[in-house]
DNA sequence: CCTCCGATACTCTACGTTGAGTATTTTGTA
DNA sequence: TACAAAATACTCAACGTAGAGTATCGGAGG
């Protein structure tokens, strides 16, 4: 996945590690891939032995020197690739460390379980308003024109987290009716 | 999350790495927990190394041996803390391969997108059916007494699949509305 | 002019994951 | 009873992830 997320923006532009991270950053990428810095240097490094990127130049300033990497032809038949890959591929995704900690949850006092799940219930409710304020951030800058695709992603992501909301309202609700 | 799955299932009885293996297999788990076998091991090893979990006999079978695993007093302090880092921790995920398929979609041919998400289409209703043949099947063993949780958790991963499947579906209208 | 803070650009190592591979034992079947 | 297939039990190396760490550079304030 770092791999798609790498060669699809040097295919746009070459970039520089460090670019790419920035990129990133500000992309609503950086929300759902979380992708971080080690993985993106070794991912150039490998991609770059594989022939699928190259250094188009090297950047000096002063005693500092940055590698702006460039995508190979090859590089693009396999970004196809792999971007065909990634959408066929079965896309579910369970929140799997929850599940393993209701599973468990007796392992825990019920106090102590409650309380966790509030946090939980808290993080869910961040994770709302940070996406609900990329958003906003992103329509300002896009004065209202977000693409359609980008835009599905958004409301899928609204989606999720709610959907997980009411999950763990749920799961609260059952602990404390065994109070 | 391996951790807590193999410590968890040391803390009802001592097992083998193999039997590990082997009940996360049967259970519902496998389905959303994903773990595979050199985890499992790579885990147990580890643990060992740190006083979590120890060596509670070898049994022979002519020239083969298994080691039963059991956990330590530590062993179940810890299993605790994990437990409660699991449900607090914010536990969205979103279908990140997916996302990055779709945010590179025009480097392929409109067709060939079609293509791979008539597939996404297909693994998401085998996702759905396998699901509900699994709860089926839970119910039969537990003869409709299926604990609370488990069924919060079936109904969520229902959810998730459904949610993932109307995203799906209108990724492909908007894609079959530009040809 | 200096100095200190934050941005820039990357390196390095520890860690967990992955699944093919190995070797033994049991089971089905002819 | 003999043989192939399946189950058992685990090893191992390659790989990607993670994020602390290192070193340089630019600019703002005293």
Redesign the pocket.
């Given at each position: 996945?770092?791999r798609v997320l790498v060669l699809g923006m040097l295919d746009v532009q070459p970039l520089?590690?460090?670019?790419i991270q920035?990129v990133l950053r500000l992309s609503d990428a950086e929300r759902w891939g979380?992708?971080?810095?080690?993985?993106i240097?070794?991912?150039l490094?490998?991609m770059e032995k594989e022939g699928l990127v190259a250094v188009d130049s090297i950047?000096q300033?002063?005693?500092?020197?940055?590698?702006i990497y460039k995508i190979t032809k090859k590089g693009q038949a396999h970004l196809q690739q792999l971007v065909g890959e990634c959408l066929e591929a079965s896309s579910v995704s369970y929140p799997s460390t929850l599940y393993s900690g209701l599973s468990f949850i007796e392992k825990i006092s019920n106090d102590d379980a409650l309380t966790a799940l509030y946090h939980q219930r808290d993080a869910l409710a961040r994770e709302y308003a940070e996406l609900d304020n990329g958003m906003r951030l992103k329509n300002a800058a896009m004065s209202n024109h977000i693409p359609p695709m980008t835009n599905l992603i958004f409301e899928n992501m609204f989606a999720i987290v709610k959907q997980q909301q009411s999950f763990v309202e749920k799961a609260i609700q059952l602990l404390e009716s065994e109070k």
């Open positions: 996945m770092t520089s590690g460090y670019d920035q979380g992708v971080l810095i080690g993985s240097y070794h991912a490094k490998k950047e300033t002063g005693h500092r020197q940055k590698a």
